[in-house]
């Protein structure tokens, strides 16, 4: 309980997680393009860096590309999970492995792992916890999860969003 955070939506966290960690002109944020829109705005709002690495032309995406643009600059890195807009879902594995390596290339950083639609993930019931790191629980301690209950839920009226964050934070 002490590591779960609510706002105004996930925006509202993933704003706030923009201004608490980085300072403009000094860090960066890395996520894939396309993707949620509010990664590359609110990162420009703030004079942060945005670096993105391109999807897969099967709309999945390639980790060790976006390993790649990550320098010691990087402070955020945004997977969403599945993708919008491209509905890509990841294997929880693939994003655990991004986690863990993301922790050797950069310490500094933390993978945001944006959970918004996972309640579409998956052909069946048991989708959530083959795809999702939070309904697993296995979150690492470099990752950051985001959720909001304005999709499955149509709660979007009353912006309600919640993450579980690292206890430091």
Request: aromatic fraction near 8%.
């Amino acid at each position: 309980p002490d590591q779960v955070v609510v706002g105004n939506g996930s925006d509202e966290i993933i704003d706030m997680l923009i201004r608490m960690l980085l300072v403009p002109g000094k860090h960066s944020v890395v996520c894939f393009e396309p993707c949620f829109s509010i990664y590359p705005i609110q990162s420009r709002i703030c004079g942060v860096e945005i670096r993105r690495q391109p999807l897969n032309a099967d709309f999945s995406f390639d980790f060790d590309a976006l390993l790649e643009i990550v320098t010691d600059s990087t402070r955020l890195v945004f997977v969403t999970t599945p993708d919008n807009p491209s509905g890509y879902c990841p294997p929880r594995e693939d994003v655990l492995a991004l986690a863990a390596r993301l922790a050797d290339k950069a310490p500094q950083a933390l993978l945001v792992i944006d959970e918004a639609y996972m309640d579409f993930a998956g052909d069946d019931a048991d989708g959530e916890r083959r795809f999702s790191l939070l309904a697993s629980g296995d979150v690492p301690d470099n990752a950051v999860v985001c959720r909001t209950f304005s999709k499955s839920y149509g709660l979007a009226g009353m912006r309600i969003g919640y993450a579980v964050l690292p206890e430091e934070l």
